[in-house]
């Protein structure tokens, strides 16, 4: 451990911004950060340094199996606070990122266990993103989006695929949370959009933007 706030938060950009293949794009990561290219590149070489990343010129970035890990404690610290935040402090599910944007950088190992601990060791964030383990292990569980279930289908809001207050907000406002058991009624050719049940609400219409942010469990899917 040992790393600067700067560097945990390069860590965890390249954590969240990498694909299927694992490799991060150099101007991906200066786009994301809001950081200059030379500036990126000087700190990708010192995380190098570090066995962090694989940093080869002109070649896409890798985290290293040790800087997999260290971005999974900083994310595993940013979730457990997300979720200390909403269950025991009673805030918003749309109110926590930014604070746990900075808790999460506290250097207190037994601070977090206690944490942990106070939440009976939870598996998911109040957004239903898995929470890594304690040395850092993340579980990817991967859920179909609402938008590819069918007509008839029922299932359970297991996540989410944006988690900015914006949408949460939305997602307030319809009474959408995780748990819910949403029956989908019909679905509009033209834009994807979608008549679904839930709760109390007996029709109500969701965009096919929203439709593809909302990750379930139990879909048939199409
Ligand atoms: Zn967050």
């Not at 979730?79 to 935040?85: S, Y």
Request: glycine share 6%; net charge positive; proline share 5%.
């Amino acid at each position: 451990m040992n790393n600067s706030l700067a560097e945990e938060n390069y860590l965890k950009a390249l954590f969240h911004l990498r694909g299927k293949s694992g490799e991060v794009n150099v101007n991906d990561l200066s786009k994301n950060l809001n950081i200059k290219m030379p500036t990126v590149t000087s700190m990708m070489k010192k995380l190098a340094e570090k066995k962090l990343v694989y940093y080869e010129k002109y070649k896409p970035l890798r985290l290293t199996e040790k800087g997999k890990k260290e971005a999974g404690l900083i994310i595993r610290k940013h979730r457990l606070t997300e979720m200390f935040l909403v269950t025991k402090m009673q805030f918003g599910w749309e109110e926590v990122h930014d604070i746990a944007e900075q808790i999460e950088h506290i250097q207190s190992p037994i601070f977090f266990e206690k944490m942990d601990e106070l939440l009976g060791h939870p598996t998911i964030d109040p957004h239903g993103s898995p929470i890594p383990d304690s040395i850092g292990n993340i579980a990817t569980k991967s859920y179909p989006k609402l938008s590819n279930c069918k007509v008839g289908g029922k299932v359970k809001l297991a996540a989410l695929l944006n988690t900015n207050s914006e949408f949460l907000k939305f997602l307030n406002s319809r009474e959408l949370k995780l748990g819910l058991k949403i029956t989908i009624k019909s679905i509009e050719p033209f834009d994807g959009s979608m008549e679904v049940s839930y709760g109390k609400r007996d029709s109500e219409v969701l965009s096919k933007i929203v439709c593809e942010r909302l990750l379930v469990d139990g879909a048939p899917t199409a």
